[in-house]
Each structure stands twice: as C-alpha cells, then as structure tokens.
C-alpha cells in the first residue's frame, strides 16, 4: 500500500510540474522536421527540446553511427556535432548508454562499448554487454515503419536504451530501479512514437543547471512525450551524455540543446553512438 501511496504522490507531482508553461517555439527545420523548444516553471526550471518527425514524408531517413575498427572497443567516442558533420546528417540525437567513463565524465582515448544491439543496414554493428533485461531497441525497417522490442524481417537501423518509458500509452519504468535515476533530475534523452506510428517524436530535457533548468525525472519525461503525442517511448542514455544537433540547409552545424559535462556547461561529452536523421531543404 505504500509504494502505491508513493507512487501516487509521484504521478499528481508530474502532472503539476507539467502545467506551468512559460514559451513554447517552434520551427520548421526541414522537411517533414520540425523543432520546439518548450520552457517551463513549476516544481523547478526546465527547457525540453523537442523533434518531431514526420515519418510519411519523402527523404526523411535514418542511420546510426557505423561500428569502428578497434580491437578492443565497438566505437571512437564523438560528439553528437562531431557525428553530424562526419555522416553530414540533418540532425542527431544521443544513443545508448555505453562505457567506459573516466571519474571526470569523460570517455577514455582508447575507444568505448555500447551497452545494447544497434543495427545499420541490417548488420549489426554491436551486440552490447549489459544485460538483456536491461536494454531496450528500437528498430527502423526500410520503409520507415518503427517498433520496439520487434524486430521487422529487414532492419534499416536500430539503436539501443535502458527501460521502456511509455508502454500502451501508460509508464512503464518499474518502480524497484535505483530511485536517484528515476526520481531524481537529470538531464534527459528519449525516442517515442505516436499511436498512428507517423510521428517519431525525439526530446532532450537540459538539467544540472539550477538557475536556468534542473532536469526531470523518468516520470517526467514520459508525462512530457505523452503531451507531444507519444504513445510507446524508449529511454536513452541522458546524464553529460543528453545531446542534439542540427545541421542548418547552408552547412552549420549547431549544437541545440545545453549539455552538461562534468559541471561544465555547453560542452557535449564524447559518447557511442548516434541516431542520425536524413531530411530534404523546406520547399
């Protein structure tokens, strides 16, 4: 009756920490690509950074980053922009949760292993090391069709998380995980999917910076891409890691969101991998 009572407690303190929206912008950024930033106040500061991709208009298309030649190591740690301009993608977001990180929130020069599977072109680039019951896949077949946790015969892409955010509509992240990940602020990346499937829906919340936004927490974050139409939504690997980017039509490369790496402020944390997203110029 307890963890119920709690549990409660916890859904009525998202619901109020939903209501108070200070701005809500949005920008075409390419075709079939659209971006908000969505700025609230209510239990704490918070900025959520939002992508919506119309998975019905033609060019949109996706790739993760491709598995290095190491002997040791599945990848070269990059920076979200890094990958960017390397695949010279439209736009990316952080990917699965991976290791190893040094004490200072860095990743070491020797390379890095994702914690779960990740696909490109229908052959896996990583098979990960964490426990399988830990880890969550979203998988991308060649006609843009998305799901989790079900492979399609032909996988275009797939890339990795921890916990399951939104199952059927409803939380899902089960109440026994350590209650400092899921209940405390933090910076935060995630994929969802509307119930139709025409819409992936990508969101970074910035966090650890008290005066401008904190953070949310699991319950959170799902009550978030609940409001932007998610019906099913997997959680990425967030922390220093919580990272977007874009590629404006003239070439720039920007860094959308504002991460947090080791108390330093708007500088991204080298990571695995990537969910990179191919798009046409706005007609």
């Known amino acids: 009756m307890q963890s119920r009572t709690v549990r409660s407690?916890?859904?009525y303190l998202v619901f109020l920490s939903s209501l108070v929206v200070l701005s809500q912008d949005?920008?075409?950024l390419y075709d079939g690509v659209a971006y908000i930033r969505d700025e609230?106040?209510?239990l704490r500061p918070m900025v959520i950074h939002v992508i919506l991709v119309d998975l019905q208009v033609?060019?949109?298309d996706f790739t993760v980053t491709p598995a290095d030649d190491l002997p040791d190591y599945d990848y070269i740690a990059r920076t979200t922009t890094q990958f960017v301009?390397?695949?010279?993608v439209q736009l990316a977001i952080n990917g699965d949760f991976f290791g190893p990180v040094r004490d200072d929130g860095n990743t070491t020069e020797s390379g890095v292993n994702a914690h779960g599977l990740t696909i490109l072109d229908n052959i896996t680039q990583t098979i990960g090391f964490a426990p399988p019951e830990l880890?969550?896949?979203l998988y991308i077949d060649d006609e843009n069709q998305v799901t989790f946790n079900e492979r399609p015969d032909v996988v275009d892409i797939a890339i990795s998380g921890k916990y399951m955010l939104l199952i059927d509509n409803e939380y899902s992240v089960a109440e026994d995980i350590d209650p400092n990940f899921a209940n405390s602020p933090h910076p935060r990346s995630a994929i969802g999917l509307t119930e139709d499937g025409s819409i992936l829906i990508l969101m970074v919340v910035d966090g650890r910076q008290p005066t401008n936004t904190e953070g949310a927490t699991l319950p959170e974050l799902a009550t978030f891409l609940k409001e932007y139409g998610a019906y099913i939504a997997l959680n990425l690997d967030g922390g220093g890691s919580?990272?977007?980017a874009s590629q404006s039509q003239d070439g720039i490369i920007h860094l959308i969101n504002s991460p947090v790496n080791h108390d330093a402020v708007n500088v991204e944390r080298p990571i695995a991998n990537h969910l990179g997203v191919y798009a046409k110029p706005l007609p």
Do not use: C, P, Q, V
Not at 85 to 88: A, C, G, L, Y
């Open 40 to 42: 609230r106040s209510a």
């Open 135 to 137: 880890i969550s896949t």
């Open 9 to 11: 407690i916890i859904i």
């Open 242 to 244: 919580a990272s977007l």
């Open 26 to 28: 949005r920008f075409d």
């Open 85 to 88: 301009k390397e695949f010279n």
């Open 58 to 60: 033609d060019g949109i």
